[in-house]
């Protein structure tokens, strides 16, 4: 059973486009939703997190968009440069306690110059 | 970066021996996991400690055990390896004083069984 739908799986955008991200999710109790970027033979990074009692939240060039009823999420790379190439994974869980979090599957993204 | 440090960080192995990973922190973080990396899986959750000696299983537990002696140190076991836990082990922390829900990764165990 997967909690965490990410698409797409891969993604290849132009230098200065925007890359976009989606995932939904099935549980209703998760309150913490980030977006972490991974690059080869690294661990994966926190990027950007929300909570469910905002719709949007910006850091730089890039956003999470929430619609809390719909129980998905998306993240938006404006401007995309070549160094944003990586793996993205979406996540969800719960912002305390023990219970660690639910992974997407990635998405390998790649900026062409 | 959080410190965290994994080791081995790569090992090759055979089938039916055991292996151990180790995770060790300086964060002093209450909260210790073990995810595992598959291509097409994403990440996925093994074991977690909330605690010394309090552990328990996550998603993927089958054929892992673990253990927490000391907060700092967290130890994956695979008791007798399989060529289908071949994979790339992740540690990660949570620090359980803030109710940020973040987790911070190591760099990883990339671990071959032939």
């Known amino acids: 059973q997967q909690q965490v739908k990410q698409s797409p799986q891969s993604l290849i955008v132009q230098k200065g486009g925007i890359s976009i991200i989606n995932c939904a999710y099935e549980?209703?109790?998760?309150?913490?939703f980030p977006w972490y970027q991974q690059f080869p033979g690294k661990g994966p990074a926190l990027l950007i997190a929300?909570?469910?009692?905002?719709s949007e939240k910006k850091e730089g060039r890039f956003t999470i968009s929430f619609n809390k009823s719909a129980k998905q999420f998306s993240l938006h790379i404006m401007d995309s440069q070549p160094g944003d190439s990586a793996t993205y994974f979406c996540?969800?869980?719960?912002?305390?306690?023990?219970?660690?979090?639910?992974f997407g599957k990635g998405t390998h993204l790649i900026i062409q110059p | 970066d959080a410190g965290i440090t994994q080791s081995p960080r790569h090992k090759v192995t055979e089938t039916g021996t055991p292996v151990t990973l180790r995770c060790h922190q300086t964060?002093?973080?209450?909260?210790m996991y073990w995810y595992r990396q598959d291509p097409g899986h994403g990440l996925r959750l093994i074991h977690y400690?909330?605690?010394?000696?309090?552990?328990d299983k996550g998603e993927v537990s089958d054929g892992y055990s673990v253990s927490r002696s000391k907060t700092e140190d967290f130890l994956l076991t695979l008791e007798s390896a399989t060529s289908s836990q071949t994979s790339v082990y992740f540690c990660?922390?949570?620090?359980?004083?803030?109710?940020?829900?973040?987790?911070?990764f190591g760099e990883g165990s990339r671990l071959t069984v032939l």
């Open positions: 929300i909570r469910p009692d905002v």
């Open positions: 400690s909330y605690g010394v000696k309090d552990t």
């Open positions: 964060e002093n973080h209450r909260y």
């Open positions: 996540a969800a869980g719960s912002g305390g306690g023990a219970d660690g979090l639910t």
């Open positions: 549980n209703t109790a998760f309150d913490y």
């Open positions: 990660a922390i949570k620090d359980g004083t803030k109710n940020t829900g973040e987790l911070f």
